[in-house]
Each structure stands twice: as C-alpha cells, then as structure tokens.
T-cell receptor
Framework: QITLKESGLTLVKPTQTLTLTCTFSGFSLSTSGVGVGWIRQPPGKTLEWLAL?????????SPSLKTRLSITKDTSLNQVVLTMTDMDPVDTATYYC???????FGSGTYSRWGQGTLVTVSS | SYELTQPPSVSVSPGQTARITCSGDALPKQYGSWYQQKPGQAPVMVIY???ERPSGIPERFSGSSSGTTVTLTISGVQAEDEADYYCQSPDSSDTYWVFGGGTKLTVL
C-alpha cells in the first residue's frame, strides 16, 4: 500500500525559505519509472504543479517557479525534500506530495497523494 | 506556458450523465488524467492514460480523448460525486506537468 506524508514548518515569514519533507512507503524511488512530485493549492483555489523528481535524479520544475524551487531525494530514507526560497504571503497554500509511475500510469499522472500540509506565510 | 482549459462548473440531476471537458494543445500527443477532490480532502485519481480506470473507482467513471480534448464522463451521477474535478497532462515535450483550472460538479 502506497502512502505519503508531508511534514515541515507550517508558519514561515516573508522572505524566508520553506523546506518540506515527503516521507513515503510502499514503493522505492530507485525503481525505474517512479517519481515523487509536489503540488500546492491556495485556500479555495486550483491545484498548481510545482516539481517532480524521478528515480534517475531527473528533476522537473514549474517554469514560473523554477528559480525558487529545489527538489532532492534520499532513497535510503524514502524521503523527498522540496525547498522554496523567498516566500511571500501569496505562497500560502496546502502543499501536497504525490507518487508517480510513468511506466504504469503514464507521464502526467499522480496515482496517490499525501494528505497535504497547510503552509501559512505571514510576519 | 502550457495551459489546460476546463469549464468552471457543470450541474446535473441525480441519475443523469455528466461530461467534463479539458482542452490543451499537447493532448493529441500526451495522455490526460483526471482527479476528484472533495472539500478538505486530497485529490484522488479517477482516470489515467485518457481512459483507464484504476481499481476501486466505480465503473460509472469513464474517460475519452479526441484531438485536443479529453473528457471525463460520469454516468448515472450520484450525490456523492459532487466534487471538484481536475485534469492533468504533461506539456508537449514532457518537460513539466500542468493541471486544468478545475470544474465544480454540482448534483442538483
């Protein structure tokens, strides 16, 4: 059974750097085709795709946020870390991590999501 | 940058068929997937590879594709299907992924 859970500070100040950790189980990030991504959703608004890292260390980023984002993985710990620099109140959102398997589900699909964590940016 | 376009809302009566469309220039080349999101919950995948239904998703959910549009069809809509629905696909070169703006399905 695949599970994912997000963790990290839930309140950050403007200009600070956000660091979120996704801890997962039920799959390995060393398996060909597997990836873990991050998505966010401001309160009452739509989903926004942020970043994705594949089993082979291939990193993908949203073009509009690329300069502020970094995604890394620790296969031995079953964790993926997202950092976002220069946080602003407009970055207040629920941040989700999710599992991808392009060999089974095709590219562009998250088969399982974490519960999400609400991050508030305020001074 | 690449965009996927969905209608903001769709309304149907119980037992009727709901169709939600998603348009994007990369869809003839890339697969589309669909997610259901209920208030306060994380999204759940209901369709992948345009038309494949994962285990555990009711048969009344189906997907189709034609040209630059993918469509989610819910046959015999039930009250529990009321939710927001999002489509997703990669851009044409599979450099990044995109979500549609979401469609609120209201069951009258």
């Amino acid at each position: 059974q695949i599970t994912l859970k997000e963790s990290g500070l839930t309140l950050v100040k403007p200009t600070q750097t956000l660091t979120l950790t996704c801890t997962f189980s039920g799959f390995s990030l060393s398996t060909s085709g597997v990836g873990v991504g991050w998505i966010r959703q401001p309160p009452g608004k739509t989903l926004e795709w942020l970043a994705l890292i594949y089993w082979n260390d291939d990193e993908r980023y949203s073009p509009s946020l690329k300069t502020r984002l970094s995604i890394t993985k620790d296969t031995s710990l079953n964790q993926v870390v997202l950092t976002m620099t220069d946080m602003d109140p407009v970055d207040t959102a629920t941040y989700y991590c999710a599992h991808a398997d392009v060999n089974f589900f095709g590219s562009g699909t998250y088969s399982r999501w974490g519960q999400g964590t609400l991050v508030t940016v305020s001074s | 940058s690449y965009e996927l376009t969905q209608p903001p809302s769709v309304s149907v009566s119980p037992g009727q068929t709901a169709r939600i469309t998603c348009s994007g220039d990369a869809l003839p080349k890339q697969y589309g997937s669909w997610y259901q999101q209920k208030p306060g919950q994380a999204p759940v995948m209901v369709i992948y590879k345009d038309r494949e239904r994962p285990s555990g998703i009711p048969e009344r959910f189906s997907g189709s594709s034609s040209g630059t549009t993918v469509t989610l069809t819910i046959s015999g809509v039930q009250a529990e299907d009321e939710a927001d629905y999002y489509c997703q696909s990669p851009d044409s070169s599979d450099t990044y992924w995109v979500f549609g703006g979401g469609t609120k399905l209201t069951v009258l």
